[in-house]
């Protein structure tokens, strides 16, 4: 069965502080993708990655950086989190051969 | 710009009843499409993929995709309650990134 997991549900951070999400996918996927969700504006793409040590920036990268060391794991840092951060993070995983992708279960940030 | 477009919503059916949820998008390279269902304060959770003209169906659910008219649809039949939530519209083009539309919330009124 497919899986992406995230190490938060639930974060809650302060205003300068350097935070970490890390997303682990089992499925052997090279695409990963992450997205943040804010009502009124659908997903947005932060970064992805098509392989390790890839990465590209998304719509929206400004703030955020990435890392991707193993094929299974990709990781969003916040270099300096801000109140316009709080949002909800979705990290996906995608097939190479159907494009047919599967999102992990959110981390909401806020950010005080 | 490539754009992805949903109504809103929200679309209301009885319980029992089909609901038929419709996308449409800009870009006529696309080739692949996706149905997502998120529930309110869950991740979206794929449902249905089509990638040629025609239907295509799971359990309850019917994905329709017209290319020359680029539209595509999800029929849900014998709605219930459970399936009320947001349901996403996505779609890619080789060699670009997914296109999500803004979702359809759906209510389902026992």
């Known amino acids: 069965d497919v899986k992406v997991t995230q190490s938060s549900r639930y974060l809650v951070k302060r205003t300068g502080e350097k935070v970490f999400l890390e997303c682990v996918q089992d499925?052997?996927?090279?695409?990963m993708f992450w997205y943040r969700q804010d009502p009124g504006l659908g997903l947005r793409l932060i970064y992805f990655?098509?392989?390790?040590?890839?990465?590209e920036k998304g719509d929206i990268p400004e703030g955020y950086s990435v890392s991707r060391e193993k094929k299974e794991r990709f990781s969003l840092i916040l270099e300096s989190a801000s109140t316009n951060q709080t949002s909800m993070y979705l990290c996906?995983?995608?097939?190479?051969?159907?494009?047919?992708?599967?999102f992990g279960p959110g981390t909401r940030l806020t950010v005080t | 710009q490539k754009e992805v477009e949903q109504n809103s919503g929200p679309l209301s059916v009885p319980e029992g009843a089909i609901a038929s949820l419709n996308c449409t998008y800009s870009?006529?390279?696309?080739?692949?499409f996706f149905w997502y269902r998120q529930y309110s304060g869950k991740s979206p959770e794929l449902i249905m993929s089509?990638?040629?003209?025609g239907d295509k169906e799971d359990g309850r659910f019917t994905a329709q995709l017209n290319k020359a008219s680029q539209y595509v649809s999800l029929l849900i039949r014998d709605s219930q309650p459970s399936d009320s939530a947001t349901y996403l519209c996505?779609?890619?083009?080789?060699?670009?990134?997914?296109?999500f539309g803004p979702g359809t919330r759906l209510s389902v009124l026992p």
């Open positions: 870009d006529r390279g696309s080739q692949s």
């Open positions: 990655s098509y392989d390790v040590k890839m990465k």
């Open positions: 996906a995983s995608v097939s190479g051969t159907n494009y047919e992708q599967y």
């Open positions: 089509i990638y040629s003209n």
């Open positions: 996505a779609v890619i083009s080789y060699g670009q990134n997914f296109v």
């Open positions: 499925m052997d996927h090279e695409n």
